[in-house]
C-alpha cells in the first residue's frame, strides 16, 4: 500500500509574515510572525509537505510587479531555510476581485491546482488561512479548512469568531498550535 502524502496548504501574508495595512509590496516588507516559521519546520521534519496558497491582488492592480512578489518570496524562503523549513511551491492569484476569475480565494482553483500538482486528494489536504476566504476555499475544493488567528483574524483572539465560516473550520491560535494540531492527527501510512 502506497504511503500517503501529507500536504499542508498555508496562507502567506497573516500566517508567515506580518501583513501590513497596505499591500506586501516587495522583500523590504518581510517580518516572520513569531514562531510560524519553526512551526513549518516541525511539519517538515515530521514528513509533511507545505505550499504556499496566496491571493496577490496588488498585481492586479498595478501595485507592484511579479519581481518584486518573487523577491518577497526569496527572501521568505531563505529565512525558512535558515531554521531548517521549507515550502515545496507558492501558488498565487494575481487577479482582483473584478476579474472573476476561479483562483482567487474564496473561489477554490488554487486548491484543485495544487491537488493535481502535487497528486493528492483534497480530502486529504490540511489547509490554514487567517481569513473567512481562505477557510471558503479550501471548503470549496474539499479539504479541511483552518482559521489561524492571526493575521486578519488576531481581534478573535479575546473570543468570537469571524462570520461565515464553513462548518467543521477548526480554529488555532497560531501556526504553533496548528502544527500542534497537524502533528497529533496525522494520517496512518
Known amino acids: 500500500m502506497p ?29 516572520p510572525i513569531p514562531g510560524a516559521l519553526e512551526a513549518v519546520a516541525r511539519l517538515n521534519q515530521a514528513g509533511w509537505r507545505v505550499v504556499i496558497a496566496t491571493n496577490q491582488v496588488g498585481i492586479g492592480r498595478g501595485l507592484f510587479d511579479v519581481a518584486s512578489f518573487n523577491a ?23 487577479h482582483a476581485p473584478e476579474d472573476e ?11 484543485i491546482e495544487i491537488g493535481q500538482r502535487f497528486g493528492v486528494p483534497l480530502g ?13 476555499a479550501a471548503d470549496a475544493a474539499g479539504c479541511q479548512p483552518h482559521l489561524i488567528l492571526s493575521g486578519q483574524s488576531a481581534a478573535y483572539r479575546e473570543g468570537g469568531l469571524p462570520e461565515g465560516l464553513p462548518p467543521g473550520t477548526r480554529v488555532h491560535r497560531d501556526l504553533q498550535a496548528f502544527a500542534d ?6 494520517p496512518q501510512t
Open 72 to 94: 518577497f518570496n526569496a527572501r521568505m524562503l531563505k529565512s525558512l531555510a535558515e531554521v531548517g523549513a521549507r515550502v515545496d511551491a507558492i501558488f498565487f492569484c494575481p
Open 101 to 111: 476569475c476561479g483562483c482567487r480565494k474564496p473561489a477554490p482553483g488554487l486548491f
Open 181 to 186: 494540531w497537524a502533528l497529533a492527527h496525522e
Open 124 to 136: 486529504q489536504v490540511l489547509a490554514a488561512g487567517d481569513s473567512v476566504r481562505d477557510a471558503l
Open 3 to 31: 504511503a500517503v502524502t501529507k500536504l499542508v496548504v498555508i496562507d502567506r501574508d497573516g500566517i508567515l509574515s506580518q501583513d501590513p495595512e497596505a499591500y506586501v509590496r516587495g522583500s523590504e516588507d518581510w517580518q
